[in-house]
Protein backbone atom coordinates (compact mmCIF):
# COMPACT_ATOMS: atom_id res chain seq x y z
CA UNK A 1 0.00 0.00 0.00
CA UNK A 2 1.34 2.85 -0.90
CA UNK A 3 2.10 5.58 2.23
CA UNK A 4 1.07 8.33 0.32
CA UNK A 5 -2.18 7.29 -0.69
CA UNK A 6 -3.93 5.88 2.82
CA UNK A 7 -7.23 3.64 1.69
CA UNK A 8 -10.16 5.70 1.90
CA UNK A 9 -12.63 5.80 4.95
CA UNK A 10 -16.09 5.89 5.36
CA UNK A 11 -18.59 8.53 4.79
CA UNK A 12 -19.66 9.85 8.37
CA UNK A 13 -22.78 10.58 7.06
CA UNK A 14 -23.91 7.82 4.75
CA UNK A 15 -21.43 5.39 5.30
CA UNK A 16 -20.33 4.59 1.32
CA UNK A 17 -16.53 4.45 1.38
CA UNK A 18 -15.90 5.94 -1.83
CA UNK A 19 -13.04 4.98 -4.48
CA UNK A 20 -10.64 8.03 -3.62
CA UNK A 21 -9.86 9.85 -0.48
CA UNK A 22 -10.05 12.89 -2.58
CA UNK A 23 -13.28 12.41 -2.62
CA UNK A 24 -14.01 12.69 1.32
CA UNK A 25 -13.64 16.04 2.76
CA UNK A 26 -13.43 16.92 6.94
CA UNK A 27 -16.32 19.97 7.98
CA UNK A 28 -16.69 21.45 10.65
CA UNK A 29 -20.49 19.67 11.22
CA UNK A 30 -22.18 20.42 14.63
CA UNK A 31 -18.68 21.74 16.16
CA UNK A 32 -17.17 18.40 15.59
CA UNK A 33 -14.73 17.64 12.35
CA UNK A 34 -16.25 15.09 10.63
CA UNK A 35 -15.52 13.37 7.08
CA UNK A 36 -17.82 13.39 4.78
CA UNK A 37 -18.03 12.25 1.17
CA UNK A 38 -19.12 15.10 -1.86
CA UNK A 39 -22.60 14.10 -2.04
CA UNK A 40 -23.49 14.55 1.45
CA UNK A 41 -21.24 17.72 1.47
CA UNK A 42 -23.33 18.98 -0.79
CA UNK A 43 -26.48 17.68 1.12
CA UNK A 44 -25.94 19.05 4.18
CA UNK A 45 -25.17 22.72 3.25
CA UNK A 46 -27.61 23.04 0.61
CA UNK A 47 -28.65 26.56 -0.06
CA UNK A 48 -25.14 27.37 0.04
CA UNK A 49 -24.46 26.91 -3.75
CA UNK A 50 -26.51 27.02 -6.83
CA UNK A 51 -27.36 22.93 -7.62
CA UNK A 52 -26.94 24.12 -10.95
CA UNK A 53 -23.77 25.34 -12.14
CA UNK A 54 -21.98 24.81 -8.24
CA UNK A 55 -21.26 28.23 -7.53
CA UNK A 56 -20.97 29.23 -4.08
CA UNK A 57 -22.63 31.81 -3.05
CA UNK A 58 -21.57 35.14 -0.87
CA UNK A 59 -25.07 37.09 -0.29
CA UNK A 60 -28.31 36.57 0.82
CA UNK A 61 -31.09 35.33 -0.96
CA UNK A 62 -31.90 38.07 -3.58
CA UNK A 63 -35.76 37.44 -5.34
CA UNK A 64 -34.53 39.13 -8.78
CA UNK A 65 -31.68 36.90 -9.26
CA UNK A 66 -32.13 33.49 -7.45
CA UNK A 67 -34.68 31.26 -7.06
CA UNK A 68 -35.39 28.81 -3.94
CA UNK A 69 -36.40 25.31 -3.79
CA UNK A 70 -40.33 24.64 -2.81
CA UNK A 71 -39.53 21.98 -0.40
CA UNK A 72 -35.89 22.63 0.59
CA UNK A 73 -33.76 25.44 1.69
CA UNK A 74 -31.83 24.81 -1.85
CA UNK A 75 -31.60 28.11 -3.52
CA UNK A 76 -30.62 28.26 -7.28
CA UNK A 77 -29.70 31.15 -10.23
CA UNK A 78 -33.17 32.37 -12.01
CA UNK A 79 -30.76 32.04 -14.95
CA UNK A 80 -29.24 29.02 -14.51
CA UNK A 81 -32.68 27.30 -14.19
CA UNK A 82 -34.64 28.85 -16.55
CA UNK A 83 -33.76 32.38 -18.08
CA UNK A 84 -36.81 33.07 -19.20
CA UNK A 85 -38.38 32.30 -16.19
CA UNK A 86 -41.20 34.08 -14.49
CA UNK A 87 -41.68 35.70 -10.94
CA UNK A 88 -44.07 32.79 -9.87
CA UNK A 89 -41.90 29.99 -11.20
CA UNK A 90 -42.21 26.91 -8.89
CA UNK A 91 -38.61 25.85 -8.62
CA UNK A 92 -37.54 22.06 -7.22
CA UNK A 93 -34.04 21.61 -7.10
CA UNK A 94 -32.53 18.44 -8.62
CA UNK A 95 -32.30 16.77 -5.21
CA UNK A 96 -36.07 17.19 -4.24
CA UNK A 97 -37.17 16.20 -7.93
CA UNK A 98 -35.26 13.09 -8.11
CA UNK A 99 -35.50 10.77 -4.84
CA UNK A 100 -32.29 8.78 -5.96
CA UNK A 101 -30.43 11.77 -7.34
CA UNK A 102 -26.99 12.23 -6.49
CA UNK A 103 -24.59 15.13 -6.61
CA UNK A 104 -21.35 12.83 -6.99
CA UNK A 105 -20.96 9.50 -7.16
CA UNK A 106 -18.28 8.37 -5.21
CA UNK A 107 -17.55 5.09 -6.83
CA UNK A 108 -16.62 6.47 -10.05
CA UNK A 109 -13.42 6.37 -12.00
CA UNK A 110 -13.02 9.24 -13.37
CA UNK A 111 -13.30 13.05 -12.96
CA UNK A 112 -14.82 15.09 -15.91
CA UNK A 113 -15.62 18.83 -16.07
CA UNK A 114 -18.81 18.72 -14.35
CA UNK A 115 -17.35 16.64 -11.31
CA UNK A 116 -14.70 18.86 -10.97
CA UNK A 117 -17.16 21.60 -10.59
CA UNK A 118 -18.90 19.67 -8.19
CA UNK A 119 -15.35 18.46 -5.86
CA UNK A 120 -14.72 21.88 -6.09
CA UNK A 121 -17.81 23.34 -4.45
CA UNK A 122 -17.46 20.70 -1.88
CA UNK A 123 -13.79 21.55 -1.63
CA UNK A 124 -14.94 25.20 -0.56
CA UNK A 125 -17.60 24.37 1.58
CA UNK A 126 -15.66 22.21 3.51
CA UNK A 127 -12.83 25.21 3.74
CA UNK A 128 -15.60 27.60 4.95
CA UNK A 129 -16.61 25.60 7.50
CA UNK A 130 -13.23 25.10 8.71
CA UNK A 131 -12.44 28.45 8.85
CA UNK A 132 -15.93 29.37 11.08
CA UNK A 133 -14.65 26.72 13.58
CA UNK A 134 -11.33 28.14 13.43
CA UNK A 135 -12.67 31.52 14.17
CA UNK A 136 -15.36 30.09 16.67
CA UNK A 137 -12.32 28.41 18.44
CA UNK A 138 -9.96 31.62 18.46
CA UNK A 139 -13.08 33.66 19.93
CA UNK A 140 -13.83 31.27 22.59
CA UNK A 141 -9.92 30.82 23.66
CA UNK A 142 -9.62 34.98 23.93
CA UNK A 143 -12.77 34.61 26.30
CA UNK A 144 -11.61 31.83 28.14
CA UNK A 145 -8.06 33.55 28.45
CA UNK A 146 -9.95 37.27 29.10
CA UNK A 147 -12.47 35.35 32.11
CA UNK A 148 -8.36 33.91 33.40
CA UNK A 149 -6.81 37.54 33.54
CA UNK A 150 -9.65 38.49 35.51
CA UNK A 151 -9.20 36.10 37.57
CA UNK A 152 -5.84 36.24 38.32
CA UNK A 153 -6.24 39.90 39.07
CA UNK A 154 -8.79 38.92 41.84
CA UNK A 155 -7.02 36.52 43.11
CA UNK A 156 -4.00 39.07 43.41
CA UNK A 157 -6.40 41.65 44.84
CA UNK A 158 -7.39 38.76 47.39
CA UNK A 159 -4.23 38.65 48.24
CA UNK A 160 -3.07 41.89 48.59
CA UNK A 161 -6.18 42.67 50.75
CA UNK A 162 -5.12 39.50 52.72
CA UNK A 163 -2.02 41.00 53.58
CA UNK A 164 -2.73 43.91 54.33
CA UNK A 165 -5.09 42.58 57.01
CA UNK A 166 -2.27 40.59 58.54
CA UNK A 167 0.10 43.56 58.71
CA UNK A 168 -2.83 45.39 60.80
CA UNK A 169 -3.93 42.78 62.97
CA UNK A 170 0.38 42.66 63.79
CA UNK A 171 0.46 45.59 64.02
CA UNK A 172 -2.41 46.14 66.15
CA UNK A 173 -0.97 43.12 68.62
CA UNK A 174 2.07 44.69 68.68
CA UNK A 175 0.76 48.08 70.32
CA UNK A 176 -1.02 45.95 72.63
CA UNK A 177 2.22 44.44 73.77
CA UNK A 178 4.04 47.92 74.27
CA UNK A 179 0.95 49.16 76.09
CA UNK A 180 0.85 46.08 78.71
CA UNK A 181 4.36 47.00 79.02
CA UNK A 182 4.71 50.49 79.97
CA UNK A 183 1.57 49.66 82.36
CA UNK A 184 4.35 46.66 84.06
CA UNK A 185 7.15 49.58 84.07
CA UNK A 186 4.34 51.85 85.96
CA UNK A 187 3.32 49.43 88.23
CA UNK A 188 6.72 48.27 89.08
CA UNK A 189 9.45 51.22 88.05
CA UNK A 190 12.16 49.99 90.12
CA UNK A 191 13.58 46.72 91.39
CA UNK A 192 14.97 46.82 94.70
CA UNK A 193 19.09 46.20 95.06
CA UNK A 194 19.16 44.97 98.40
CA UNK A 195 17.31 41.22 98.16
CA UNK A 196 17.59 40.71 102.16
CA UNK A 197 14.19 38.65 102.59
CA UNK A 198 12.67 41.93 104.36
CA UNK A 199 9.07 42.63 103.98
CA UNK A 200 8.45 46.92 103.15
CA UNK A 201 7.29 48.90 105.84
CA UNK A 202 5.52 51.56 103.89
CA UNK A 203 2.11 51.55 101.94
CA UNK A 204 1.62 54.19 99.71
CA UNK A 205 -1.19 53.72 97.24
CA UNK A 206 -2.33 50.69 97.75
CA UNK A 207 1.48 49.65 97.34
CA UNK A 208 4.27 48.71 99.88
CA UNK A 209 6.77 50.80 99.72
CA UNK A 210 10.41 49.48 99.94
CA UNK A 211 12.35 49.65 102.37
CA UNK A 212 16.08 49.26 100.97
CA UNK A 213 15.07 52.26 98.50
CA UNK A 214 13.10 54.49 100.44
CA UNK A 215 9.67 56.57 98.65
CA UNK A 216 10.00 53.76 95.75
CA UNK A 217 7.35 51.35 94.92
CA UNK A 218 7.75 47.78 96.23
CA UNK A 219 8.12 45.26 93.29
CA UNK A 220 7.30 41.42 93.88
CA UNK A 221 11.35 40.60 94.47
CA UNK A 222 10.96 43.21 97.76
CA UNK A 223 9.04 40.17 98.92
Known sequence: MNPFHPSPEACDC???????????????????????????????QQGTFCPICFELFNDSF???????????PSIAHRSCVLPSSTPDFAFLCPACADPNFSYFKVDRRGIDFHANKVLAAAAQISANTLTRAAVAIRLDAERRAMVAVGARKKAIEALELFADVAAKEQ?????????DSEQNSHKFPTVCSFLRG???????????L?????????TSQCF
Open 198 to 208: DKCLYVSKGLP
Open 210 to 218: CSNVQGREA
Open 171 to 179: EEGSSEQED
Open 62 to 72: IPNIHLMCIRC
Open 14 to 44: CGVTPTSPLFLHTISYRAINRRFCTNCVLKQ
